[in-house]
């Protein structure tokens, strides 16, 4: 469920002015590295891998594009 919603959000944040909602998905790769501790029955290969996707889902939802647009004083916050 987090992964079609990680997708979901990628697809949505490629527009240039919704570009801040990449760190919902920061949140969401955070969310899978911690979420195996709290919750029952993963074993332990699954929370490796839940840690490994949720730790390349943090530092790709990091990294910023270039704009292909100008909106005046918006770029400081689309940024």
Avoid: C, K, Q
Wanted: hydrophobic letters at 60%; aromatic letters at 8%; glycine letters at 8%.
């Amino acid at each position: 469920m987090i992964g079609a919603l990680a997708l979901a959000i990628a697809a949505i944040a490629t527009a240039d002015v919704i570009r801040p909602l990449r760190w919902l998905n920061a949140v969401l790769g955070v969310w899978l590295i911690v979420a195996p501790r709290f919750l029952a029955g993963a074993g332990s290969p699954a929370r490796w891998n839940d840690a490994l996707v949720g730790l390349a889902l943090l530092l790709l939802s990091l990294r910023r594009g270039t704009l292909h647009e100008r909106y005046a004083g918006w770029d400081r916050y689309i940024r």
